[in-house]
Each structure stands twice: as structure tokens, then as C-alpha cells.
């Protein structure tokens, strides 16, 4: 096992002497396990709090801090750190001790790995797929835990700034990927790149239709679509999509029986359809198949938007035991919004909230029924709730507007922009989200899909 306990120590004595020797340390090791002295272990992650939470870096700090979260002996350990800090070296070296405690890290992690994967070959049972699934996890989270930050230009950010407010207030499309519903692109500029994106709402206000809805509209606009769905089949997904893009066919005659007339029709337009690049996975059951698959479908085809429908029905990693479904939740929002930045990929999640909704006279969404889910709401850039009146036999909405044929698509969360509230139409015999249009009153009891 690859270590050295005496550039650790130098390491972490130069980070507390000298603001420079710690921005150095945290800029290039992310994982706490670089370090394999115990002290050092425990220093580095003190260091690391106290700094992101803007408290003074000291060797009293320190030793404080340690005293309360790993209940070392505070006067032995501050003896330790005054030892650390007896040498300390150029800003230059310093750079050069962390990228070789860095180098040593990933050999003993990929060591691990190794190891791990020889044992998990040696089961004659265990699927090959599966197998190399885990393969490509392990290196993904190996890689996500040296990620050495870099800068960009200022001058260059300042340039991309102006870009993106000409672009705002000229009409024209957004930057990111377009939903196609006008209103909400305007609001939230499309979805960009690195972001986590979570659509939530109770069953029945349309979610997997407004996904399919933007799986779509990607695909004709922007470039190749990967969406999982553990919900429906891929012929499901493809039956709704016909219903969507095709003029003269409606659900109802996709999941009824189609005369010849129709299915004749259907041949003719059957290029539209084949045409769309989309993938779909209704197969990967868990985090590691997940992420397998993402990064080798992206390094192959530059996927421009993912989307996963639904995130309480994935597992976590496949070789790891969880406590419950809420640090599942935790594992799958953490791992996929690095993923999301790592390949610069908007990803998209279908969740449900909680049952609290139903508990309100209007049973409108509120950002607080995601809680009790984990980390989704913490870890997702942006969170869009789902409302329907009309699925709960509300003629109106609580402006007083009428519901019929129409969807709220409130923005609840969005870190880089503006939140609040989109009326959309929802035609639910195309599965379809689109434009606010005017249209004729049809009780919801006789539209033909029921």
C-alpha cells in the first residue's frame, strides 16, 4: 500500500501556517482518505470545515474542533500539529506534496478495486453485466473524488455574462435545453448543463407525460435523449409517443384496437417516429447500472439531456447495503447531480412527494413535500411541482381560473433564476404539454380516454 506519513505531515503543517499551503490542499485533495496517517486524517477533515465555514484556521481551532468531533486528547493533538508545523515548505512544494499524496490515493483506491472486482469475478453466479457495471462505478467514483478544480478567465465569465442577458431579453431561445413551453423557457432559460433537475407531483398530474413531453422536444431540437423508465416498457413509451406526435392518433387508439385504416396511417408516418434519437432503458435497476450507462451512451453519442423516470424506483449501488430508502435517496441525488457535472449534462428525475398534499382543501404542491425524501430537494439545481385541480374534481384553479385541460408547472426551486408559476395546457388523450391556448369546455368524465 502506497503512502508517505511524512509528506502527509508536511502537508498538513504548510496548510496551517500559510492561507496559500490550504487553498493548495483543498483545490487537489477532495477525499479524507488521501490520508492515511490517523492524525493527519483527522486534521485534514477539520481543516476542510473550518475553512468552508469561515471560522479562523488554527492550531487551537483545530484541536478544538477535533476534541468535539473525533474526541481525541485536545493537548496531545495539538502537540502533534505543532510538530507538523516546525517544516514548512514553498507554496511550489506544496503543490507537488499534494498531487503525490493524490497519486498514491488513486493507486490504493484502484488497488481496492481491483481486489474488490477479482472476488466479484470469481462468483460463477454474479452476471457479467452486471460485473462491469460495478467496474465503471468504481472508477467513476474514484474519479469524482479527484476532481482538481480549475479557474476560468474572468474576463471570459464577464463576456459569457453579457451573452446570456442579450439573449434574455432579445426572444430569442434560451441557452439550454427548451422544454418547448414557451413561458417556462422564458422563466427558466432552459435546462443547462451540470444541472440536476427534479420534476415532482402525486400520481396523476402528468409527469412522465411532461417528461416525455421534453424527451421529444430534445430529440427534434437539440440531439440524442437517453430516458430510463422503470414504470413503463420501452413499446409503452414508444405507444405514447405516437399518440403524441401523430395528428389522428390519440391514446385511445393507441392502447385500444387499431383498424387497418389507422394502422396504415401509422405506417406511412413511421419515419417521423424512427427518426427521433432517442434511447430508452427500462433494464438499469440501480445507481451502478445507472451510471454505467450513462457515461458509456454519452462518450458514444454526446447525449444532450437524460431522463430518469422515477427516482424512488431505483436501488442504490448494487454492492452496498443500505439502512433505508432515505440513504438510498441520499446516494442516488448526490451521485447524479456529480454526474450531471462531471459529463456537463442536464439530468433529469421524475419523483413523487408525499401524501401531505392531499391533506389541503386546494391539494396544491409546496417545495416542503419533498421533505422526507432524502437529499433531492438539497441536492437538485432546480425542482418543478406539478398541479392538476381537474385530477381532483376542482373546477378551478385557487386564482379562480378554470382547470379543465390545464397543468400549473410551478417552478419551486431554481438556483440560478426565477421561481413561481407556468399555466400550461395538458392533453391528456395525446399526452401532451404545450402552449396556453384557448379551447372549447370538455368535462373531464367524457374526454376519450377514460
Partial sequence: ??????????????????????????????????????ECNDAYKCLKELYYTSEGVSIISISRLAQ??????????????????????????????????????????LGESGQKLISMSEDEGRDTLELLATAITEV????????????????EVVEQMV?????????????GITTGIIDLDKKIGGFTPGQL????????????????????????????????????SAIEIAKRITAN????????????????AKIE?????????????????????????VIYKIRKEHSQHALKVVIIDYLQLLSGFADKRYRGQTEILNDLTRELKALASKLELPIIVLSQLNREVENRPNKEPQLSDLK????????????????RPEYYNLDTFPDGDPSYGKVDIIVAKNRNGKTGKVRAEFIGEKVKFQNLQTMPYIPQNQMPWD
Fill in 1 to 38: 500500500m502506497k503512502y508517505d506519513h511524512q509528506i502527509e505531515r508536511l502537508v498538513i503543517g504548510t496548510a496551517i501556517t500559510t492561507e496559500k499551503g490550504l487553498i493548495d490542499l483543498l483545490d487537489t485533495i477532495q477525499d479524507h482518505r488521501t490520508f492515511t496517517h490517523p
Fill in 68 to 109: 468535539i468531533k473525533f474526541q481525541t486528547n485536545k493537548l496531545q493533538f495539538a502537540s502533534f500539529l505543532i510538530d507538523c508545523t516546525s517544516i514548512v515548505v514553498s507554496d511550489q512544494v506544496q503543490k507537488q506534496n499534494c498531487l503525490i499524496l493524490l497519486q498514491y490515493y488513486i493507486r490504493r483506491r
Fill in 140 to 155: 467513476h467514483q474514484i474519479d469524482n473524488n479527484i476532481d482538481v478544480h480549475k479557474s476560468v478567465q474572468w474576463a
Fill in 163 to 175: 451573452t446570456h442577458f442579450e439573449i434574455q431579453n432579445s426572444g430569442e431561445t434560451p441557452e
Fill in 197 to 232: 433537475i427534479t420534476v415532482a407531483g402525486r400520481p396523476g398530474m402528468g409527469k412522465s407525460a411532461f417528461a416525455q413531453s421534453i424527451l421529444i422536444h430534445a430529440a427534434q431540437r437539440f440531439g440524442r435523449v437517453l430516458m430510463f423508465s422503470r414504470e413503463m
Fill in 245 to 260: 406526435q401523430l395528428e389522428n392518433l390519440n391514446m385511445a387508439d393507441i392502447f385500444g384496437n387499431m383498424d387497418k
Fill in 265 to 289: 396511417y401509422l405506417k406511412q408516418n413511421l419515419d417521423q417516429l424512427k427518426n427521433l434519437l432517442i434511447e430508452v432503458d427500462g433494464k438499469s435497476s440501480n445507481l451502478t447500472e
Fill in 372 to 387: 422526507m425524501s432524502g437529499s433531492i430537494e438539497e441536492d437538485s439545481n432546480m425542482v418543478i411541482l406539478l398541479y
